[in-house]
């Protein structure tokens, strides 16, 4: 049986705008690459602000895995019908976010040396200086980021995805503009590097909060607030969000610490690998576009149909969403492999870093299948109350092949830049794997709330 076209234009309403955010912020990102990898001597810089990735997203994806507790809660009771559940729910975890986001905030700020000297130890006196300054900067932005993502959260959980994707490329835009004004000089300020890539960050960052916290309060939606609503965490709220938030935010603690470890791992490659390294993952981080896309509408929409008692009609929109998912890698893989040199040549004035980058943009191609299908079913699984799953996976892919073996290949064996790359796509196809292992047989079916089952 097919999806009405009410089914479709509820999925397309989601996929379409959760895409052209989440591909315009990206390209915002690279624009800011771009501009870092144009100054004078930009591979040190280039450098500093890769290994400065991995505690960045860090905190960031942590934070936004505690949050997909916020969007599968309120998408279910949605689906059952109670919205004004759905209501309390995005107030209490706004509480929630705005302790977090102060935590997180403090502490990166004021241990941003530590962090930085952990990471890039390893790395040249200059690519640790900019590191921490770039570090140190970012940080104060993190008090708004992670309010904003609670906020786009709880508004994809009800399918509104227009306005999170409104104000996170008005942010966007304003950070492209600030970057070239900071970072080379222009209308009389100074040109400040990347320092001032960071400062034009924060400043984004804050402009995309303040927007998102007026739609909230003045816009009309089922989540607008209203007198009566409750600020402080229910126990109700508590027994449904903190399960799925917990396992979320602890699968990104796997894998972002995972990602962190396997960064001080390859700091001591060459600082020319390090660098082309980097811009691979920046480009890769455009193709993950995709697959959050789709992690947004699989979530949303699955979670709503078994809510609302309808199994088969949230089975196919998990089947709908995966045959969008492979579509977006293949044209993605093309991409990577038929413009790798012309990619090359964008995002660096290095001739030299020009042919490692088009070999590790081949490997990072290979990924992209597994990418997209296990950010497909994952977000499937934890709409419904299983994050237990991708957690599972994620130890198992990240810890044994991407950390376990970027050790062996890069510490130990001595294989360079490109073996770490394959122990990545070993990572992912494991991870794609086991989530499908578990999403097929039911695994899921353990945390329907009774009368769903």
Same mark, same amino acid.
């Given at each position: 049986m097919s999806l009405q076209k009410s089914h479709r234009r509820a999925f397309y309403a989601l996929l379409f705008p959760v895409l052209i955010e989440n591909i315009l912020s990206q390209v915002f990102l690279l624009v800011d690459s771009i501009m870092i990898g144009q100054?004078?001597?930009?591979?040190?810089?280039?450098? /500093?602000?890769?290994? %400065?990735? /991995?505690? +960045?997203?860090?905190?960031? %994806?942590?934070?936004?895995?505690?949050? +997909?507790?916020?969007? #599968?809660?309120?998408?279910?009771?949605?689906?059952?019908?109670?919205?004004?559940e759905a209501r309390h729910i995005t107030w209490q975890t706004m509480t929630?976010?705005?302790?977090?986001?102060?935590?997180?905030?403090?502490?990166?700020?004021?241990?941003?040396?530590? @962090?930085?000297?952990?990471? %890039?130890?390893?790395?040249?006196?200059?690519?640790?200086?900019?590191?921490?300054?770039?570090?140190?900067?970012?940080a104060v932005g993190f008090l708004f980021q992670i309010l904003t993502m609670n906020i786009s959260a709880a508004l994809r959980g009800v399918?509104?995805?227009?306005?999170?994707?409104?104000?996170?490329?008005?942010?966007? /835009?304003?950070?492209?503009? !600030?970057?070239?004004?900071?970072?080379?000089?222009?209308?009389?300020?100074?040109?400040?590097?990347?320092?001032?890539?960071?400062?034009?960050?924060?400043?984004?960052?804050?402009?995309?909060?303040?927007?998102?916290?007026? %739609?909230?309060?003045l816009l009309k939606s089922p989540l607008r607030y209203a007198r009566g609503v409750r600020l402080l965490p229910s126990r109700r709220l508590?027994?449904?969000?903190?399960? @799925? #938030?917990?396992?979320? #935010?602890?699968?990104?603690?796997? !894998?972002?610490?995972?990602?962190?470890?396997?960064?001080?791992? +390859?700091?001591?490659?060459?600082?020319?690998?390090?660098?082309?390294?980097?811009?691979?993952?920046?480009?890769?981080?455009?193709?993950?576009?995709?697959?959050?896309?789709?992690?947004?509408?699989?979530?949303?929409?699955?979670?709503?149909?078994?809510?609302?008692?309808?199994?088969?009609?949230?089975?196919?929109?998990?089947?709908?969403? !995966?045959?969008?998912a492979m579509g977006f890698a293949a044209a993605e893989m093309a991409i990577m492999c038929l413009g790798g040199s012309f990619l090359a040549r964008l995002f660096s004035n290095d001739a030299s870093l020009y042919p490692t980058i088009v070999g590790l943009l081949f490997v990072s191609a290979v990924s992209?299948?597994?990418?997209?299908?296990?950010?497909?079913?994952?977000?499937?699984?934890?709409?419904?109350?299983?994050?237990?799953?991708? !957690?599972?996976?994620?130890?198992?892919?990240?810890w044994v092949f991407r950390v376990g073996g970027g050790f062996l290949a890069v510490r130990i064996l001595d294989l360079g830049v490109y073996a770490y790359r394959w122990t990545l796509v070993l990572d992912q196809t494991v991870r794609c794997a086991t989530v499908s292992y578990f999403y097929l047989t039911g695994h899921w079916r353990k945390f329907l709330l009774p009368g769903r089952k």
């Open positions: 100054m004078p001597g930009s591979t040190p810089a280039v450098a /500093a602000v890769g290994l %400065c990735g /991995a505690p +960045i997203n860090l905190i960031i %994806c942590v934070s936004g895995g505690f949050f +997909i507790g916020t969007t #599968a809660t309120v998408a279910w009771h949605r689906g059952a019908g109670e919205e004004a929630v976010a705005l302790f977090i986001s102060l935590v997180m905030t403090l502490a990166s700020y004021f241990f941003a040396g530590g @962090i930085t000297d952990f990471v %890039c130890g390893d790395s040249e006196a200059e690519v640790l200086r900019l590191a921490e300054i770039y570090y140190r900067i970012n399918g509104i995805a227009k306005l999170p994707m409104y104000y996170n490329l008005i942010g966007g /835009a304003v950070n492209v503009g !600030l970057n070239y004004v900071l970072i080379f000089g222009a209308l009389g300020f100074p040109a400040m590097g990347v320092a001032g890539a960071a400062i034009a960050t924060v400043i984004s960052k804050g402009i995309s909060f303040l927007i998102a916290l007026g %739609c909230l309060l508590l027994s449904r969000f903190l399960p @799925i #938030a917990l396992t979320s #935010a602890a699968e990104q603690v796997v !894998l972002q610490s995972g990602a962190t470890l396997t960064a001080k791992i +390859i700091s001591g490659l060459p600082t020319a690998s390090l660098a082309a390294n980097q811009i691979v993952q920046n480009l890769e981080a455009f193709a993950w576009s995709s697959s959050s896309a789709c992690n947004a509408a699989s979530t949303t929409l699955f979670g709503q149909a078994v809510a609302a008692g309808d199994e088969e009609l949230g089975r196919r929109y998990v089947r709908l969403t !995966l045959g969008w992209l299948p597994a990418i997209n299908a296990h950010q497909t079913i994952s977000g499937a699984l934890r709409s419904v109350g299983d994050s237990v799953a991708p !957690l599972i996976a994620s130890l198992l892919s990240l």
